[in-house]
């Protein structure tokens, strides 16, 4: 079988495997950059006991694996009430754990915003809440963004695990073409270069872009 | 749906033991990345333009690719081609190269970082490229890639459990087995995570503590 005829018989399921990709990508964004923010503030709260919470948050996610974490929320959290379907459960998880590491970032980045900006928004009298949306956020944004651009290609090949929850993504649908064709190199190796091509011609151009146009816009570029 | 201690107890000893095998992929896998990724570092510097594109560009594609497809891709690959290789074989290359490329970028930062006078002086005293590397610039881009490397010494760690789906017997792959049998997934799936957890907490410790006693050392 040539490759034209494997990509006419099979092409579409992997097209179909990709949006599932897709979707499964941006909610798990999505859900990585709330969990990031709440919990790289919740970082530097002033308050242990907020704080201590967002530590442990943090050092869990960041200290097993996404693949048991992911295992866990879809098998063991149904015990406890809590059913998800298999879809959500996989952006969710790939979520809860992306996040963990943004937390990080969002908390650096606050933390490297010059102290003097601080103290400025402190002497013209805004509220810390206003001091942080106006003054500190933005500028933290600006410094954040180059590394959020590695976690959300991590986010991307995060979401390959919901295959293994039969969420019907890229991943799943080239392991079932795989067992009913062996033809191994023309499967996983079209999902590789799909992969491939997203995260770099499509993802990083795009969070480039992002980085350019937040710098235009607090006038340092 | 309560917690059963007993069970615990009794699955430990097989748990204790796939916690080596475990280790074992990670330091295997591990080995194979620190020695691969220098090979792809050298490899970006060499004068030689195309070598140096194609590998720039190979790195990007194993960096932006999941680990899981790569890992189903090693294994799947070689049987078409007459060639067979064990879970544990293809399990240990797919995560070894997959993680050659993030260190490659570690070492790439860390030489980067030596100045440029350094290579210039090498140059003025007549050392040749070799003695340059081993001498000047190893010594003085090791410290500041240690972070990194254990970072990913870690990570790779984290990411074993994926190998369990070309059946390699490690910790993932026994609570999977386990859970089947027994249609309980409480206690098996939060013994892995609660080992991951006891194992990466101190292992990330004690590098930052080492980071800071070679950069002691260093004199940095």
Not at chain 1, 108 to 120: F, H, S, T, Y
Request: proline share 5%; charged share 15%; hydrophobic share 55%.
């Amino acid at each position: 079988m040539s490759y034209i005829e494997f990509l006419q018989d099979y092409g579409g399921r992997m097209v179909d495997g990709s949006l599932i990709t897709l979707v499964q990508f941006v909610l798990a964004t999505v859900v990585s950059v709330l969990v990031a923010l709440t919990f790289g503030l919740m970082r530097l709260a002033s308050n242990p006991a907020v704080k201590g919470f967002a530590t442990v948050y943090v050092e869990i996610f960041r200290g097993t694996s996404l693949l048991v974490q992911l295992f866990w929320i879809f098998f063991v959290l149904p015990l406890f009430g809590i059913t998800m379907d298999k879809f959500t459960a996989g952006f969710i998880a790939v979520g809860l754990n992306m996040g963990a590491y943004g937390a990080e970032l969002v908390r650096g980045a606050i933390l490297a915003v010059p102290k003097g900006q601080w103290e400025a928004a402190k002497a013209i009298n805004m509220t810390p809440a206003q001091r942080m949306r106006r003054i500190i956020l933005p500028q933290a944004l600006v410094i954040m963004l180059p590394p959020w651009g590695n976690l959300v290609i991590e986010i991307l090949k995060g979401t390959a695990l919901v295959a293994l929850i039969s969420v019907t993504d890229l991943m799943f649908q080239a392991r079932q073409i795989n067992i009913s064709t062996f033809l191994s190199v023309q499967t996983f190796g079209t999902a590789l270069i799909i992969y491939y091509v997203f995260a770099r011609f499509c993802v990083t151009p795009f969070m480039r872009a992002v980085e350019r146009r937040m710098a235009f816009k607090i006038g340092r570029a | 749906m309560e917690w059963r201690w007993s069970w615990v107890w009794e699955l430990l000893p097989q748990f204790i033991d796939a916690t080596g095998k475990t280790l074992l992929a990670a330091g295997g896998g591990y080995l194979i990345a620190v020695v691969l990724g220098l090979v792809l570092t050298l490899a970006q510097r060499t004068p030689w333009r195309p070598v140096t594109v194609v590998v720039r560009e190979l790195v990007e594609f194993i960096r932006s690719t999941p680990l899981l497809l790569q890992v189903f891709f090693v294994f799947y690959v070689g049987p078409q081609f007459g060639i067979n290789l064990s879970p544990w074989t293809s399990g240990l290359i797919a995560i070894g190269v997959h993680y050659a490329a993030y260190l490659s970028e570690v070492y790439r930062g860390g030489i980067e970082n030596v100045p440029k006078g350094q290579w210039e002086a090498a140059t003025a005293i007549n050392m040749s490229t070799v003695q340059t590397y081993r001498r000047l610039i190893i010594p003085q881009a090791l410290p500041p890639a240690i972070a990194g490397m254990g970072n990913y010494l870690v990570g790779i760690f984290k990411d074993t459990p994926m190998l369990s789906v070309i059946g390699v017997a490690e910790l993932m792959h026994t609570a999977n087995s386990v859970g089947a049998l027994s249609y309980r997934y409480l206690e098996p799936y939060t013994m892995v995570g609660v080992l991951f957890l006891a194992i990466s907490l101190p292992t990330a410790f004690f590098i930052a503590r080492f980071e800071k006693w070679v950069r002691r050392k260093m004199g940095m």
